[in-house]
């Protein structure tokens, strides 16, 4: 293993070392220190993290320093080959993307996290929980980071049930409480149908793909593709659907889609995050907003080169439905970790439907600058909610900017990234405004120029489009990009070096019969997006300004408001990550880690607008100065944040009232009472699927009631009677009374005698036992003698 | 007769075995017929490692399949010595033919 | 009688204590490959399998008369211990180790607590019925006859040893974590249960 592949696997290690630390000693080491203790082992992490990055960003030729190391596990003998399953960890510019955020993001939560629990209640039964906390913690920490460097899609699954299984553990930390331990069993249940389709997705890779390794996965993907061999020449006929070669490998991809749509909370699984906020908050910040929910992004980053052109599409339409409707129950709620959690609901929408899209770069780039101002907003809202004791409702806060003054402007700072601030023509922006933009980018391309990009595909030859590349840095209106790429690369590295040495599979045929597959995205989903681009700066808006500004509406809440350092001094430094993960190095090594992630033939052929090299096509879409993400979209989007702020200042500005009104209006009230409501979602699962198990489980033991129970009952009654009858006539013809008593008598014999051996000892049934042996191998015997 | 073959070892095994039976039938005592049943369980174990031994392949699938009757057997004694301890918390008396509440 | 009684054990510890001796000086040979058996032996081979067989027998008669359930698990200890030396015989030396420490050391004593925590004397002796030891011992007879006719009359694919079979701790470990994994896990997962089980049957309430 190379120095790097060694430093992320100490990463690993050490929050698993603290968590076996906690474990044991924990309640030993006490309130306080225990948790520092964690907050050591992932600031081991952090810089491990950051030795890396440097390393990462400093290299010059990073094709080198990308490796996948490690050793096989175990080594099956299945369909007469042998498959290896490895453990290896995968170092390549995602992985040090995502490792460095995790760490970061955690240590400042972490930190956060002493300040939080010190004045939370932490005692079941009289034992305190304060250091189970940071145990429960730093394990997560632990199988998150051993996610991300998970070469192998089976490790990715063990690493992804762990998460899974630690964000049950914090979701039910008060688990004293009725509600947590209900949230909790509910994100754990609601993730399981989830991981239901992963492990079935798991399984069709296993069979068809023949290994577990992401990367040789999809070489193998790609060749079967190519060759029209594998799962593409399978034949399945399941309960009568006849599903082959492309509809199963959609399925493949659809059934790993699965498990991102439990993790990241997508519709229709999207019911357990909101839920999941009865944790503490600084759990919603680290496992619910930034971290785990984003591994769902993450996994389909991973598996995007097994995901069909269907599939994509399918990923889209899931996540184009998720941020639009989470994003319209964010606007009625009311409490301010509620509307945090929806409104990563919705944000996480935006990643998925990235993905569905095509846009890898840009939805990795939107879940690292959102982590970082999504974490800080949280982080907020669980100072307000310390620093108000508990009160969580909005409508009883106001004015609090005077008592907490870090937490109001960082919370604005979050408001404005995830509102997409920017101004359009200027390279000057903040979060949202350019990596949820270029989501939306990528969408219009998909949506409006689908014909000229992606029509005329077939006939173009590939000198075209190294001609449009090298055209492209010298076009003057390129200044946008070449200043973003500028600002980014900062270590002095340059992006078209590494186009270059990547470059190669010139003229694939197999991507121009693929792209022709490629959907085009229908209006509506490139229009919800935008519509919703509207919404969130507004709810978000609402959400800061009934918190912080205005007068104070509850006088005792306003008068117990208080920050302490060990609280707010995250929040700065997560501030700071916000402002820079929107500049710097994160974009651009993102774009390359695509060049390297997602060569395979059905993934590129999204963006393949014209023929060439697969890695510049991605590449092209993202950075080509005709689609700059503001370039098309200036007149739709780009001031978005202005309209939503601005109304939400207009409605909230003056108090509660006007909003009141409004929300008696009488088509509003009905809306809001939908929206209220969840618009229903809850009430249908509740209804329909646990309902409805009920309604099952009692027709069948009604059934069973009926026509076995009641039938033998009448059979049994019905036979009686004709006996009696039976007998009756036999005493009145022939007298004969004895013979009833005979039959009884005899009854009663029988009984007796069967009821002789049923000693109900032991020993004696092991002698019966015996005997019947003996019998039966003297039978054998017999029979084979003669 | 000293050329000792599979056929001497399936011998014993088998008398052990059969004497495994004759002890859980004829012992009254919880723990005898644990015993008992440990001396099954031994007669089943020198069959495997007999037939491992003269198979005429070079592997120890028999030995590590002993392997595991052995755990079992070691699991299944702790097990039976918990379930004595209860038998004899609740009829204060390992007779097992007291145990016979559920007969019919 | 009741000497003899008590010198069966411990002729039987010395057997154990010497038999390694035995594999290595007669006809048994250690080498790289495992235990290697010389063309010429045999006959203290023969030897030491009857004494084993004897004891073997031996004390497992005297289990099935003995009526005093710490000598039963005395005499089993003798039993134990000569079936860990037939498969020293076997060439199944680690089978054999296996039994000595997890048998004769742990399970033999595990019975022996048994035995002291659920005896309100360890000398009580339960009687059986005259006819239920005539049943027992009638079937069990024919049961013995049975099963010795099948063995002494089956055709056994090998009667001779042609194969030496190694059976080295590597070999384990290596058939341990490939070809018997899945049973090695479960195996695990089981102990953890009755470990589990056993506990929480035997509590204190």
């Known amino acids: ?287 619910h907003a930034a971290t785990m929910v984003a591994a769902g992004v993450y996994l389909v980053a991973r598996v995007f080169r097994l995901l069909t052109p269907d599939a994509q599409f399918f990923i889209a339409v899931i996540g184009c439905i998720t941020l639009t409707i989470t994003a319209l129950i964010a606007i009625v709620q009311i409490d301010i970790k509620k509307v945090l959690a929806y409104s990563t609901l919705s944000q996480l929408g935006y990643m998925i439907f990235g993905m569905g899209v095509g846009a890898w770069p840009a939805a990795l780039f939107h879940l690292i600058t959102h982590a970082f101002f999504k974490a800080m907003m949280f982080l907020g809202s669980g100072q307000v909610i310390e620093g108000c004791h508990h009160v969580q409702d909005m409508r009883r806060m106001g004015g609090l900017r005077k008592r907490m003054p870090v937490t109001c402007w960082t919370f604005f700072i979050g408001v404005l990234a995830i509102a997409g601030v920017g101004i359009p023509g200027a390279h000057i922006g903040l979060g949202g405004y350019f990596s949820k933009d270029e989501v939306l980018a990528v969408a219009y391309e998909r949506t409006y120029n689908w014909e000229d990009r992606f029509g005329g595909h077939e006939k173009d030859d590939g000198h075209g489009a190294e001609a449009l590349h090298s055209a492209a840095p010298a076009n003057d209106d390129n200044v946008l990009r070449s200043g ?112 390297h992630a997602t060569p395979a033939p059905l993934v590129v052929s999204v963006d393949g607008e014209v023929p060439g090299s697969a890695q510049e096509e991605l590449l092209g879409l993202s950075h080509d100065k005709a689609k700059d993400p503001h370039a098309a979209l200036i007149g739709i989007v780009g001031f978005a944040w202005l309209a939503g702020m601005g109304l939400a200042w207009l409605i909230y500005r003056n108090g509660l009232e006007l909003a009141e009104r409004i929300r008696r209006l009488p088509f509003i009230r009905f809306i809001h009472w939908c929206l209220m409501e969840k618009l229903f979602f809850d009430h249908i699962y509740d209804t329909v699927l646990v309902g409805g198990t009920k309604w099952v489980l009692a027709q069948v033991s009604r059934a069973v009631d009926t026509y076995i129970i009641d039938g033998i009952a009448n059979l049994l009654g019905r036979g009686t009677v004709r006996i009696a009858e039976f007998s009756g006539n036999i005493m009145d013809t022939g007298g004969v009374d004895g013979l009833v008593d005979a039959i009884a008598e005899s009854t009663q014999g029988v009984g007796e005698m069967v009821r002789q051996p049923q000693t109900g000892k032991i020993r004696n049934y092991v002698l019966f036992g015996t005997t019947g042996a003996v019998l039966v191998l003297a039978a054998i015997i017999a029979v084979v003698m003669s | 007769m000293f050329e000792i073959g599979l056929t001497h070892y399936l011998v014993v095994a088998t008398l052990l075995f059969v004497m495994g039976i004759f002890v859980m039938i004829t012992k009254r005592n919880a723990i005898g017929i644990l015993i008992g049943v440990e001396m099954v369980l031994n007669g089943a174990n020198i069959n495997l490692v007999a037939f491992n031994r003269y198979n005429g392949m070079s592997n120890i699938d028999g030995q590590i399949t002993s392997l595991f009757v052995i755990v079992l057997a070691a699991a299944e004694a702790a097990l039976a010595v918990a379930i004595c301890m209860n038998f004899y918390k609740n009829l204060n008396t390992v007779d097992v033919d007291h145990g016979d509440t559920l007969a019919g | 009688m009741k000497l003899l009684t008590l010198a069966a054990p ?196």
């Open chain 1, 1 to 287: 293993m190379g120095t790097y592949e060694t430093l992320l696997c100490v990463g690993v290690v050490a929050p698993l070392a603290m968590f076996a630390v906690l474990a044991f000693f924990g309640h030993r080491i006490g309130k306080p220190l225990s948790g520092w203790v964690a907050v050591f082992g992932v600031f081991i992490s952090l810089g491990c993290a950051t030795y890396v990055l440097a390393g990462w960003l400093s290299a010059t030729d990073k094709a080198a320093l990308m490796a996948t190391t490690g050793y096989d596990w175990v080594v099956l003998n299945l369909f007469g080959n042998e498959m290896p399953i490895q453990f290896k960890v995968k170092l390549d510019g995602l992985t040090v993307m995502m490792y460095f955020m995790v760490t970061l993001v955690s240590t400042c939560i972490f930190v956060f996290s002493i300040g939080y629990m010190a004045g939370h209640s932490d005692e079941v039964d009289g034992q305190c929980k304060f250091h189970r906390f940071f145990c429960y913690l730093s394990l997560f920490e632990f199988s998150m980071l051993g996610l991300l460097i998970s070469s192998s899609i089976f490790f990715l699954f063990i690493f992804w049930e762990l998460v899974g299984l630690c964000s049950y553990l914090l979701i039910g930390f008060y688990f004293d409480k009725k509600f947590a331990s209900n949230a909790a069993m509910k994100a754990f249940i609601t993730n399981r149908v989830g991981d239901f389709g992963f492990l079935l997705g798991l399984m069709l890779v296993f069979v068809f793909l023949q290994t577990f390794d992401l990367d040789q996965a999809a070489t193998n993907f790609r060749q079967q593709y190519a060759t029209q061999s594998g799962i593409f020449a399978a034949d399945i006929d399941i309960l009568g659907w006849h599903i082959s070669g492309m509809g199963l490998a959609t399925l493949m991809g659809i059934g790993l889609f699965c498990g991102a749509m439990g993790k990241s909370a997508q519709f229709p699984l999207h019911v357990w995050l909101p839920d999941a906020m009865a944790g503490p908050t600084p759990v919603s910040a680290l496992i």
């Open chain 1, 484 to 595: 973003k790429v500028i600002l980014a690369s900062g270590g002095g590295h340059d992006e078209a070096a590494a186009h270059g040495a990547s470059g190669g599979h010139h003229d694939d045929p197999v991507l121009a019969g693929i792209a022709a597959k490629q959907h085009k995205i229908p209006k509506w989903m490139f229009w919800l997006p935008i519509i919703i681009a509207y919404v969130t700066p507004f709810y978000m808006m609402r959400c800061w300004w009934m918190t912080f500004m205005g007068k104070p509406r509850d006088e005792e809440v306003y008068h117990h408001a208080h920050e302490s350092p060990l609280m707010w001094a995250p929040l700065i430094v997560l501030a700071a990550g916000t402002f820079l993960s929107s500049y710097m190095m994160f974009r651009p090594q993102l774009g390359e880690a695509a060049v």
């Open chain 3, 10 to 205: 411990i002729i039987v510890v010395m057997l154990v204590a010497i038999a390694p001796a035995f594999a290595v000086d007669t006809d048994l040979t250690l080498s790289e490959q495992g235990i290697q058996r010389s063309a010429d032996g045999g006959l203290l081979e023969a030897l030491m399998f009857y004494v084993c067989a004897a004891v073997v027998l031996g004390s497992g008669l005297a289990i099935c008369l003995s009526k005093n359930i710490v000598r039963m698990a005395v005499y089993l200890f003798g039993t134990l211990a000569s079936v860990a030396l037939m498969y020293f015989l076997l060439l199944a030396n680690f089978i054999g180790v296996i039994q000595l420490i997890v048998y004769a050391g742990g399970t033999l004593i595990l019975l022996i607590f048994g035995v002291m925590l659920t005896s309100k004397s360890p000398w009580a002796k339960f009687d059986v019925k005259r006819n239920e030891l005539i049943a027992a011992g009638v079937v069990c007879a024919l049961f013995a006859c049975l099963l010795l006719f099948v063995v002494v009359n089956a055709e056994w694919p090998l009667e001779t040893d042609a194969v030496v079979v190694g059976s080295s701790m590597t070999q384990f470990g290596v058939g341990l974590l490939t070809n018997y994994l899945v049973p090695f896990e479960a195996m695990s997962v089981l102990l953890l249960v009755v470990m589990i089980g056993a506990a929480y049957m035997a509590r204190q309430e």
